[in-house]
């Protein structure tokens, strides 16, 4: 079983224009929501490949509701906290087609209150049985200190999961402590843990030997378009996704990470993980929701992807 932790979960607005220019009326082409959160993206890839997992985390107000429906509709088992108080946040990602990339803009969410906190640590507490992948990823939310945070990481040592994290700065470090099982930081979480120079292939290899030789088992280090170096304690891959016409690259590294957990989950091999991920990460990129991929194209991308061991 996998359970995917979004504290501080999103209903994303994707914002499609033309342009997008400075002091000028840039006219909106289209609007759609999706979800957002990133460790929802995740629940969102298991549950398309049918690998059993619960999704859980923190949700509040109408957008909770919204976004919870949304995650229901992918056939997602939701299994929340809801807060009286707050409204679940939204992103605003803005995709002007014709410069291509994307802004996101997110909200910072709502406070959670003590008893929030607490009813979090009992669902955990519940839910984690030994040998579940627990992944944390995603913003945290106002009102939760590094301290209680790295608590709930605890919860899954005490329950003897495998702790995932996607996860950045303080709360990252904090999470390092635990020796988990996977981390996926990008370029610039990487250098904010290690302060490597991503830019050198080199200077990552050693990052992530010093995270390696701290007990983490697997290190995911995304590179976005330039692809992924994988450390793992037999070695190195080099991965290079296929080149697609890119839509929107919002939620690429939550479906590369959720393929990548869909295969561990089913005990594949590094080299096989990881190049399905990157299918993934590259069909969610040429479309233009958060959460939206293709199954089939992915199947294509496949043997597009360049894998070197180091
Ligand atoms: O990674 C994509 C995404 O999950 C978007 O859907 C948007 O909701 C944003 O990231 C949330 O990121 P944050 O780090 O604020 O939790």
């Keep these: 079983m ?17 342009r997008l220019e400075k002091n000028k009326n840039n006219q909106i082409m289209e609007t759609v929501y999706d979800i957002g959160g990133k460790a929802t993206h995740i629940s969102v890839v298991l549950s398309a490949l049918y690998v059993e997992n619960i999704a859980t985390g923190i949700f509040a107000g109408k957008n909770g509701l919204r976004l919870q429906s949304l995650l229901e509709d992918k056939g997602v088992y939701c299994d929340f906290i809801w807060q009286g ?3 679940t946040r939204e992103s605003f990602i803005i995709v002007p087609q014709e410069e291509g990339g ?69 709360y990252l470090e904090a999470g390092l402590q635990l020796m ?36 983490i088992k697997i290190v995911a280090l995304s590179l976005g378009k330039r692809g992924s170096l994988i450390g793992t304690q037999e070695g190195f891959l080099r991965i290079i996704p296929p080149e697609v016409q890119e839509v929107n690259d919002t939620g690429c590294g939550d479906v590369f990470l959720g393929g990548a957990l869909a295969m561990l ?46």
């Design 2 to 18: 996998v359970i995917t932790v979004t504290l501080n979960p999103a209903l994303d607005k994707i914002i499609l224009l033309k």
């Design 85 to 87: 108080e707050g409204e």
């Design 102 to 170: 994307s802004y996101m803009i997110t909200q910072r969410g709502f406070s959670i209150t003590r008893d929030t906190f607490k009813k979090m640590k009992s669902k955990l507490l519940d839910l984690i049985k030994e040998g579940d992948m627990v992944v944390f990823a995603g913003g945290p939310p106002p009102g939760i200190s590094i301290e209680e945070y790295k608590e709930l990481l605890q919860l899954v040592e005490k329950r003897k999961g495998k702790l995932i994290l996607d996860i950045r700065g303080p």
């Design 180 to 215: 988990p099982y996977l981390i996926k930081p990008n370029e610039y979480e990487f250098q904010e843990i290690t302060g490597m120079d991503t830019s050198k292939e080199k200077q990552c290899m050693l990052g992530i030997e010093r995270l390696l030789k701290q007990g």
């Design 265 to 310: 989950a089913q005990h594949k091999n590094i080299e096989e993980t990881f190049r399905f991920a990157t299918a993934m990460g590259a069909s969610k990129a040429t479309h233009r929701e958060s959460s939206k991929f293709s199954l089939n194209q992915t199947q294509r991308f496949l043997e597009q992807v360049k894998i070197e061991f180091l």
